[in-house]
């Protein structure tokens, strides 16, 4: 019931598509694609048509439509889902002149194409924390003691759950489990997502927050993303470059500095191929990839891109991560089934 009710509420607003027109089906934030859609349309003069939800509806949605879809694109916020809509046949597969594009965070199956990544690490307020205590991997971050209570993390959030799958299948379900219930030991702070974390950072509720990397960016240097739920992030001030806080990257290669690609695809319900991927090859051009880096403080996935000063070098923030099948993401019930076997969810 719950796909047909999203399903209707797509479809009233939309009315008949045709084939000139490109549907695009967007897990992301209305305000990152709309300006890209729109420089998309004055450049090529192709109408486009967006219809938002997060990803799980979305998916929800074009398994209610079936073959009857109107979309022809899905922009994705989490591989997962990507692979969760390969998987149901939704997706075809890319011309290799598309997704040999990027020189990295490739798609092995060859369905979706990279847009742009975030960071797993640790915000901690530098008022309260010596980095120089902080643990070289996260996996320690659970075991110290002299944290207890000052930690927040994200328990029940989207990004959290990636975290903890990509643990899982790197490290084994039992050192996964051993994690959340030594970290529970701690007595971490929970947060429902991570704005009122980082918030609760700043105003000293908590000296760590576990979060994305640009969550941090964007309080000290701002930005047209719209993470922050609430709309209250910066509060009346705005963007701070002083405020109290920084980000903590643990050692090269630890599942703590993870990387979460955000990705694009045509669906097999698309009409006109050729215009699917004249928007996808958009996506990876320099301009929509600057918007990214600028705007929204995430990383390009093009190698001609220059970011802000304020952001770390792009191959350095890449070789911090592990490496792993990013379409591994898509084995979410493992992990909940964990969450709830711990008591987090």
């Known amino acids: 019931m719950l796909a047909v009710g999203i399903a209707a509420f797509f479809l009233s607003s939309c009315g008949q598509t045709s084939d000139d027109q490109l549907v695009v089906y967007s897990g992301r934030s209305q305000a990152l694609v709309s300006p890209i859609v729109e420089d998309f349309k004055e450049q090529t003069g192709i109408d486009i048509e967006v219809r938002y939800g997060n990803d799980a509806e979305l998916l929800a ?12 694109v899905y922009w994705a916020n989490t ?23 990027s020189a990295a965070y ?48 994200t328990p029940t959030y989207s990004s959290f759950y990636d ?23 701690l ?4 947060y429902s997502s991570n704005t009122p974390m980082v918030q609760a950072v700043l105003a000293g509720e908590v000296d ?17 993303e719209g993470y922050f739920e609430d709309h209250e992030h910066y509060g009346d001030e705005g963007p701070n470059p002083d405020a109290s806080i ?27 191929a050729k215009l699917a991927q004249q928007f996808l090859s958009f996506l990876l051009s320099k301009q929509a990839q600057e918007y990214a880096a600028e705007t929204v403080n995430e990383y390009p996935v093009m190698d001609n891109v220059t970011l802000p000063d304020y952001m770390l070098d792009a191959k350095k923030a890449s070789q911090l991560s592990p490496e792993y099948d990013y379409e591994q993401l898509q084995q979410l019930e493992g992990t909940l089934n964990l969450l709830r076997e711990v008591g987090l969810i």
């Open 61 to 72: 949605v074009m398994s209610e439509e079936g073959d009857q879809s109107p979309a022809d």
């Open 79 to 101: 591989t997962g889902a990507l692979a969760n809509a390969s998987q149901k046949g939704m997706l075809t597969t890319l011309p290799d002149s598309l997704t040999s594009k």
């Open 106 to 153: 490739q798609s092995k199956s060859g369905k979706w194409i990279p847009v742009t990544v975030r960071f797993r690490v640790l915000a901690y307020n530098p008022n309260e924390v010596d980095p120089a205590d902080l643990p070289d991997s996260i996996l320690d971050l659970a075991e110290m003691e002299e944290f207890e209570g000052r930690i927040g993390w």
């Open 163 to 185: 975290f903890i799958t990509a643990l899982r299948l790197t490290e084994g379900d039992e050192t996964a489990k051993n994690w959340l219930n030594n970290m529970q030991d």
């Open 187 to 190: 007595n971490p702070k929970a």
């Open 208 to 224: 760590m927050g576990l979060t994305n990397h640009y969550y941090v960016i964007q309080t000290k240097h701002g930005g047209k």
């Open 246 to 272: 920084e980000t903590y990257h643990f050692e090269e290669g630890d599942i703590g500095n993870l990387a979460l690609v955000t990705g694009a695809t045509q669906l097999q319900t698309a009409d006109n």
